[in-house]
């Protein structure tokens, strides 16, 4: 470290005993993973849930009620770009988990927006089910996106 003049972070630097113990690195959490069908323990890695909160977060941010305003096919183009570059960088290990809650929580707030913008009194779901958000609308579902990925069935 000494001759590439790099200085240790002592605060962040641990020594992480594998696989009884996991750590996050660059947004993934790497440690002990189960096999949804055999149910055997293996090393692997997935988004880490500090992540996967911040991108919900976020998804909130750009559903909350101030931005009603916007013209929906633009907030739904800003959405599924957010969700495929997060899904582009987090698309490594056991992801369906991960992809499962966001799709939920964008969905969620996707129909609490157009609940708003609409003035209906309720929280949309019967008014914008899961089929008009993907079909009429064009939300990018993370879920889906997983079918070529071997690796992101877990």
């Not at 919900?56 to 009620?65: A, G, L, Y």
């Not at 490594?92 to 996707?110: E, F, N, P, W």
């Amino acid at each position: 470290m000494q001759k590439l003049k790099l200085t240790v972070n002592q605060q962040k630097t641990r020594i992480c005993r594998v696989p009884e113990e996991s750590f996050d690195f660059l947004g993934y959490r790497l440690g002990s993973c189960y096999s949804a069908k055999s149910g055997k323990a293996y090393i692997g890695t997935k988004p880490s849930e500090k992540r996967v909160a911040r991108l919900c977060e976020k998804i909130s941010q750009m559903t909350k009620r101030q931005t009603c305003g916007k013209v929906t096919e633009e907030l739904v183009g800003e959405l599924n770009m957010v969700l495929r570059g997060w899904s582009n960088y987090f698309c490594l290990g056991s992801v369906s988990k991960a992809y499962r809650s966001v799709d939920s929580h964008a969905r969620s707030r996707l129909r609490r927006w157009l609940s708003k913008k609409h003035q209906l009194n309720n929280s949309g779901h019967k008014d914008f089910s899961d089929q008009y958000l993907k079909q009429n609308l064009g939300l990018f579902c993370l879920a889906e996106s997983t079918a070529n990925l071997p690796w992101a069935k877990a």
